[in-house]
């Protein structure tokens, strides 16, 4: 099969962690006779600098007609320190997300074996943990209007939902709850939020089409608590855009590190696979940076391809890695740490 990949570096650490992807991706192209033609594109604060926006029309029109967009990450200390800045790099992810029709975000969590005690969290909290959230993207808090007043001591940002945003983020939760155990929590905090009460009336109102899924409603403060305990307790959980962006960094960490986890944002026409830590601009150029949840997000777009032998062969070569201990220093404990390119380099050489 031939693909035509947008290919978004994005600005730290991602140019480097993408290109491990790439490499990975490549020999896996050659082993099962696949041909990639990646497109390389700006976005970010690389492509402020270059062009003035975060999420150039250049750029959006590559992904558009791509089968698929493997991104890196975005942001950059000068605009993380200077708040009145007119022009974010996070404004071309949003951009990105509205204008691709990027509504549901899947970040799975699961843990390694060979880790299982380089997590924050004890072994017997966490073994068997398995979870997969979809978080809506395009609604919510993020997109409502905003803004201040009073002279600029009020400021305001609107929770906005519609019924039908609500519904397509559920139907993907139900439908893959289906492919696993067939439980469903969905995430609100209704005893104080109408929009959550809209979230919760329509998933609700949904369950009599899905009859073999078990549905939970939970509060968000619940379910943080929860991932902590019993983050194992968990299967598919489906949330808004605020409360998701906020747990799915805090399940992350259950694996031991950021640095493994990928996500995929999944859109009508295209879709866009990205790991789930930031541009980590602190070790920019240092090939200190851990390539793993990169080359996991590149596994979860074979699989979405419907190519689930090519996502597993990834996979494997991933899991053999880290029980050889060929890892970055994130993961490496006090032994031997390896560069982001000696690793992506393995990976290649054992697919």
């Not at 605009?79 to 949003?94: C, K």
């Not at 997590?119 to 905003?146: A, H, M, N, Q, W």
């Not at 919760?200 to 009599?208: F, G, H, I, S």
């Not at 980590?280 to 419907?306: C, D, H, K, R, W």
Request: some cysteine; glycine content about 8%; charged content about 25%.
């Amino acid at each position: 099969m031939k693909f035509n990949i947008a290919l978004l570096a994005g600005d730290g650490i991602g140019p480097e962690v993408i290109n491990e992807a790439v490499k990975v991706s490549d020999a896996i192209a050659k082993k099962f006779n696949h041909e990639i033609n990646w497109i390389p594109a700006l976005t970010g604060a690389c492509a402020i600098d270059a062009v003035g926006v975060p999420y150039p029309d250049e750029t959006h029109e590559i992904c558009v007609n791509a089968d698929a967009v493997l991104f890196g990450a975005i942001g950059h200390p000068k605009y993380d320190n200077d708040p009145s800045a007119p022009v974010r790099p996070e404004q071309g992810l949003l951009l990105m997300r509205k204008k691709l029709g990027l509504f549901a975000n899947v970040r799975p969590t699961f843990t390694f074996p060979s880790l299982l005690d380089k997590s924050p969290l004890k072994r017997e909290r966490i073994e068997g943990t398995d979870l997969v959230f979809l978080r809506e993207l395009t609604g919510g808090i993020y997109f409502g209007e905003k803004g201040r007043k009073d002279g600029g001591d009020t400021a305001f940002d609107n929770c906005v939902y519609t019924r039908e945003e609500v519904q397509r983020l559920a139907k993907k939760g139900f439908e893959l709850a289906m492919t696993r155990s067939k439980k469903l929590c969905c995430v609100d905090k209704a005893n104080v939020m109408e929009t959550s009460r809209l979230w919760r009336e329509t998933v609700q109102a949904m369950e009599k089409d899905y009859p073999e899924v078990t549905v939970s409603y939970e509060f968000v403060d619940a379910v943080a608590m929860r991932l902590v305990q019993w983050p194992n307790s968990y299967d598919v959980l489906i949330t808004e855009n605020l409360f998701g962006d906020i747990l799915t960094d805090e399940a992350s960490v259950i694996s031991g590190s950021m640095g493994l986890m990928p996500s995929a944002s999944m859109g009508a026409k295209v879709s866009l696979f990205e790991p789930i830590h930031g541009s980590y601009p602190q070790a920019t150029g240092l090939n200190i940076a851990n390539p793993m949840a990169t080359v996991l997000s590149a596994a979860m777009m074979f699989e979405n391809f419907g190519l689930m032998e090519e996502g597993k062969a990834m996979r494997d070569a991933v899991n053999k890695a880290l029980e050889a201990g060929i890892v970055t220093e994130d993961l490496a404990d006090g032994g031997k740490a390896y560069g982001t390119k000696e690793v992506g380099d393995w990976l290649a050489a054992n697919i």
